[in-house]
């Protein structure tokens, strides 16, 4: 195999895998991209949620407050007892009710995306590994090519002219 062949060969395996590094990194690049859009889309769902059932609460709350308008002359006393305990109750389930979508919102989170970042870092440090081989390889051809020239440059200022 003469210089220019190796030397055409290892232009061919750097350019394989430059053309191959480019492609991962494009690849984690649209896995981040659509992991923030799934991100993004869990908490506008998570808001929509939270705000509609904050809406359904503040009617029922509003609801139960007209009704105790209206019945005030005749059960004042007791009225004040009873909303006072719905609005301890309700203000209980309420934060039971975000504590516990907060939970399984931190829960869900965790398990999804942690996998997806420690999948994303193994792939990128697999991608560092195989950057710093093809690296040792570049060096050991390089090295190789410099020796090949050596023996060449010899053989050349041995022959008579």
């Not at 220019?4 to 232009?11: D, S």
Request: glycine share 4%.
């Amino acid at each position: 195999m003469t210089d220019q062949e190796i030397l055409k060969q290892f232009e061919g395996m750097k350019e394989a895998m430059m053309s191959g590094f480019a492609a991962l990194n494009e690849r984690i690049g649209g896995v981040e991209q659509r992991m923030t859009e799934k991100i993004d889309s869990v908490e506008q769902r998570m808001t929509e949620k939270i705000d509609s059932v904050e809406q359904r609460m503040t009617e029922k709350i509003d609801s139960v407050e007209q009704r105790m308008i209206d019945r005030q002359d005749t059960f004042k006393v007791e009225i004040l007892e009873l909303f006072q305990q719905s609005m301890e109750t309700t203000e209980a389930m309420i934060q039971e009710a975000v504590a516990q979508g907060e939970n399984r919102t931190r829960a869900w989170v965790e398990v999804r995306i942690g996998s997806k970042i420690d999948a994303l870092y193994e792939g990128l440090k697999s991608a560092n590994e195989a950057q710093a081989q093809a690296k040792q390889e570049t060096e050991a051809l390089e090295q190789r090519v410099d020796n090949l020239e050596t023996r060449v440059s010899s053989l050349e200022n041995k022959t008579p002219a």
